[in-house]
């Protein structure tokens, strides 16, 4: 063999070589960009207290700040029925009897203006499906508009119960009924009162619960009715 062809053979190998790191450097760049996300979404059922705690208070705020928009909405002229919770990020929640001018809309620049928020893996629900037992009118026609996120960890909800001064013999306190899930779009349907007969749920405006399937469950009344 010539020194020519050992030339070529030798640049075609180093080619090779850099073709092969190459795709050794993307494989190794994809693994540590899947284990960078899948650690930044740490399953919330591991937090720690002081993570438990900002979680906490970060629902609670955004509780609190929907509930002063839907005042705010009402102030204006907004029927209880005509509220609504449509937006982009979840389907299932337009509602027919808001005005056309969107101005009953919790999440439109039109209206409320307010950014729909997301937990991790909890689930955000605005239902008019629920009384609160003690809050209100019980009954059908006492049915409450709740703004709730559920699937949270427990350390999260005794911390939020804590938060909010509510003391249980159990805590987070199990409330045991099949809750309404049903996403609100200006009907309120009863489908259970939320209540925790000998803990103490009872008359309670906001609170953290356990339902009937173990999950953890914060909920804040927007409308009383």
């Known amino acids: 063999m010539n020194r020519k062809t050992e030339n070529k053979n030798e640049h075609i190998n180093e080619r090779g070589n850099a073709i092969f790191m190459i795709l050794v450097a993307v494989a190794l760049f994809a693994a540590l960009g899947y284990a ?7 399953s919330t059922t591991l937090l720690t207290d002081e993570e438990a705690t900002a979680y906490a208070n970060q629902m609670m705020a955004y509780g609190n700040e929907v509930k002063t928009v839907v005042r705010r909405l009402q102030l204006r002229g907004c029927d209880e029925t ?10 299932g929640y337009i509602n027919p009897n808001a005005p056309s001018s ?11 203006g307010l950014t729909w928020q997301t937990f ?15 809050v209100g009118n019980d009954g059908t026609n006492g049915t409450e508009l709740n703004f709730f996120v559920r699937n949270i960890p427990t350390n999260t ?21 099949t809750w309404g899930k049903g996403q609100f779009v200006g009907d309120y349907v009863l489908t259970n009162s939320i209540r925790a007969v000998g803990v103490g749920l009872d008359s309670l405006k906001s609170a953290c619960f ?5 999950e953890n469950v914060f909920y804040t009344t927007l409308i009383v009715r």
Do not use: Q, W, Y
Request: proline share 3%; hydrophobic share 35%.
């Open 36 to 42: 960078v996300t899948n650690s930044s979404r740490t």
């Open 82 to 91: 005509e509220i609504s919770f449509e937006n982009n990020i979840v389907t």
């Open 157 to 177: 909800c005794i911390t939020i119960n804590d938060n909010l001064g509510n003391s249980f013999t159990v805590n987070p306190p199990v409330e045991g009924g």
């Open 102 to 112: 969107n101005k009953c809309h919790v999440f439109d620049i039109a209206g409320g």
């Open 120 to 134: 991790d893996d909890a689930e955000v629900i605005f239902s008019g499906a629920n009384v609160v037992s003690g």
């Open 210 to 214: 356990e339902d009937d399937v173990s």
